[in-house]
């Protein structure tokens, strides 16, 4: 399979809770970059780092990257109703291939 | 919006036909990719387009092919279609050449019976 491992699979939270999803890989990575689904429409880009960045923000959004253990964090602040769609990390592997995770379903209850 | 355009939105077929997805890219945007979505495989990376070269290639079946042509949009064409060709077909391009965001169209469900 091309696909990395993303936990959890599936995430239901209140409003105004915090998601944190997390995405592990095992070969190295250039960038990683997270992206959203809405039911059965286009990914939209999020956020992206590099591998030699630790941390970024972006509004209510934070990732963390550690490449000592492959893994990287989607942290969503303060969550909204809006929020609740599919989230998938993507990774740029050798031979530039952008390569998506199993994505997590997250749903945010008003 | 993200500025990329798949045509059709969705295609029924039957098994053993052949159909052409197509695709124009966001404006500027040089690279090409296309994408399979389905339940049980998730989303998986076919093939990447940039300028009109073959840059990347993914799991792509032999029954399947792309191109990209001279103003920059590309075509998947799908052959001996099967039950398990049923999937949404995503196209995405993005600026460079590879490592930066992708910008994705909406898609087209594939629906083989």
């Known amino acids: 399979s091309q696909q990395g491992e993303e936990d959890p699979q599936a995430l239901s939270i209140q409003e105004g809770e915090n998601a944190t999803m997390n995405c592990s890989y095992k070969?190295?990575?250039?960038?990683l970059q997270w992206y959203r689904q809405n039911s059965g429409r286009g990914l939209v880009h999020l956020i992206l780092?590099?591998?030699?960045?630790r941390e970024k923000h972006s509004g209510r959004l934070r990732v963390t990257l550690d490449t000592s253990k492959k893994s990287s964090s989607l942290l969503i602040t303060a969550s909204r109703a809006a929020d609740t769609a599919s989230y998938f990390c993507?990774?740029?592997?050798?031979?530039?291939?952008?390569?998506f995770g199993a994505g997590t379903i997250l749903r945010v209850k008003s | 919006d993200s500025g990329v355009t798949q045509t059709p939105k969705h295609l029924i077929t039957a098994t053993g036909q052949r159909v052409t997805l197509r695709c124009s890219p966001r404006?500027?945007?040089?690279?090409v990719y296309w994408y399979q979505q389905s339940l049980d495989q998730g989303l998986q990376f076919l093939i990447q387009y940039y300028n009109g070269e073959e840059r990347a290639k993914g799991n792509i079946l032999e029954r399947f092919s792309a191109q990209q042509f001279p103003d920059l949009h590309s075509e998947l064409n799908l052959s001996s279609l099967e039950l398990g060709d049923s999937a949404l077909y995503f196209c995405?391009?993005?600026?460079?050449?590879?490592?930066?965001?992708?910008?994705f169209g909406n898609g087209t469900r594939l629906t083989v019976t």
């Open positions: 995405a391009s993005s600026v460079g050449a590879g490592g930066s965001p992708l910008h």
């Open positions: 070969t190295s990575i250039n960038n």
């Open positions: 780092i590099r591998s030699n960045e």
């Open positions: 404006s500027g945007d040089l690279s």
């Open positions: 993507a990774r740029l592997e050798y031979g530039n291939k952008l390569v």
